[in-house]
């Protein structure tokens, strides 16, 4: 029975330790997961505050492109057929 309570009692402790090197382990992940995602969300408000300035940036007016004459021929508008005026039936 002595020997049943101290396994049990170190059992407990095995379980306790485990249990504080496990707590201890999941709060490091959860701080890097943070950090990480401070980070990644600062360079996404960067790059957006970047794009907007670019697109606040007025325009430089583009000039309008030469038109070149073409070579080729222009097609005729067909034209509408001729309708009589008088009426038939």
């Not at 170190?10 to 201890?24: I, N, S, W």
């Not at 995602?37 to 505050?49: D, I, S």
């Not at 970047?50 to 508008?77: D, F, G, I, L, Y």
């Amino acid at each position: 029975m002595a020997r049943e309570v101290e396994d049990i009692a170190t059992r407990r402790a095995r379980l306790a330790a485990d249990g504080a090197v496990a707590m201890k382990e999941y709060r490091a992940k959860e701080a890097a997961t943070r950090k990480r995602t401070e980070r990644l969300r600062a360079e996404r408000l960067a790059r957006e505050a970047a794009e907007q300035r670019v697109a606040a940036k007025p325009q430089a007016a583009k000039p309008a492109p030469e038109k070149v004459p073409s070579n080729k021929p222009k097609a005729k508008a067909a034209k509408a057929p001729k309708t009589s005026k008088t009426k038939t039936r």
